[in-house]
């Protein structure tokens, strides 16, 4: 079992920033790639970034220039740094975390407002 923690969400202004962090528990060494997906009120769940355990990353091209995915492997944690935030990127943000054999992670979601 893998247990997924997220933190850093929060109230922002257009144009601001922020920085998730989502901690990773439990059997790690079956987690193949790890990302962040979102989903707004009323809409399905979609990907956000990801990022393999050799660094390849891979955004959506509505975030791509703006987010930034990174993870240290040593600590088994993975960020998201969210730079110049619309409101359009409100959401609930979820952790996921991929196995070898294809199997889902979830954590339990932290939510992002930005707003005036």
């Known amino acids: 079992q893998v247990q997924l923690v997220e933190s850093g969400g929060g109230l922002v202004q257009p144009g601001g920033s922020l920085r998730l962090s989502c901690a990773a528990s439990?059997?790690?060494?079956?987690?193949?790639?790890m990302g962040w997906y979102r989903q707004a009120p009323g809409k399905q769940r979609e990907l956000v970034a990801t990022?393999?355990?050799?660094?390849?990353?891979n955004y959506a091209d509505s975030v791509k220039g703006r987010f930034t995915i990174s993870r240290d492997n040593a600590k088994n944690t993975v960020f998201l740094q969210m730079d110049t935030l619309k409101p359009e990127d409100t959401a609930v943000y979820y952790c996921n975390g991929n196995t070898w054999n294809d199997k889902d992670y979830w954590g339990q979601g932290t939510q992002v407002t930005v707003s005036l």
């Open positions: 990022i393999t355990r050799g660094g390849s990353t």
């Open positions: 439990g059997t790690i060494f079956i987690i193949s790639a």
